[in-house]
């Protein structure tokens, strides 16, 4: 499957109510973004990605770009993800797309060791983790283990913030994948 249909299948609005309401213990209701970048990445498609808990949704976090990159097997791609220099200039670009209209590379970061190998896996693609995902926040690093897997309408997240020193889940798909049903689909 190609990454046009990938990219497709990863674009849209989506949220967790479902879930949240079967599982309030272990799951906040989200909304997750997923938006196409007006500008491609090395000449590889890219999505801004962001999310809100819904009790305050106009304060949106986790602002990230992936890159998706082919290789040399057609059935198996990589997901590299991006970090912004500014954050704050892009946030709320979920909801609010005419954010990224301004975006360049410049205002862009990779993140060394954040890729992710994904596969078609029955009738989607699932990312696992290549490497440990490290990242400087407030002056700490972080450590991310990322995955997805994702369908026409369904994104299944399994990242989770680990202390970078004791290996500890913080954070995130602690009791098992954040179960995102598709809201609406945005258009290349």
């Known amino acids: 499957m190609p990454i046009p249909l990938l ?10 109510k479902a879930q949240s309401l079967d599982q309030p ?8 973004w997923h938006r ?8 590889n498609l890219a999505l801004f990605a962001e999310q809100a808990n819904m009790l305050n949704s106009d304060r949106p976090y986790r602002q990230r770009i ?19 220099r500014q954050p704050e200039k ?12 301004a975006l360049s590379l410049e205002d862009l970061e990779t993140l060394p060791g954040c890729s992710l190998t994904v596969r078609q896996s029955g009738s989607g ?3 696992e983790p290549d490497d440990r995902c490290f990242f400087q926040y407030d002056g700490k690093t972080r450590q991310v283990i990322l995955g997805f897997e994702v369908s026409a309408d369904r994104f299944l997240s399994y990242d989770r913030g680990v202390d970078p020193e ?18 609406q689909v945005y258009e290349w």
Do not use: C
């Open 7 to 16: 990219a497709q299948w990863l674009t849209g609005e989506f949220d967790n």
């Open 25 to 32: 213990v272990w799951f906040v209701h989200l909304r997750l």
């Open 36 to 43: 196409p970048l007006p500008i491609s990445i090395n000449g």
């Open 66 to 84: 992936f890159e998706l990159k082919p290789t040399s097997d057609a059935q198996v791609f990589q997901a590299q993800y991006w970090a912004f």
């Open 90 to 101: 892009f946030k709320g670009a979920g909801a609010n797309p005419q954010l990224l209209e």
């Open 125 to 127: 693609f699932k990312a």
């Open 166 to 183: 004791t290996g500890a889940v913080l954070w995130g798909a602690m009791m098992g994948a954040y179960d995102y049903q598709r809201l």
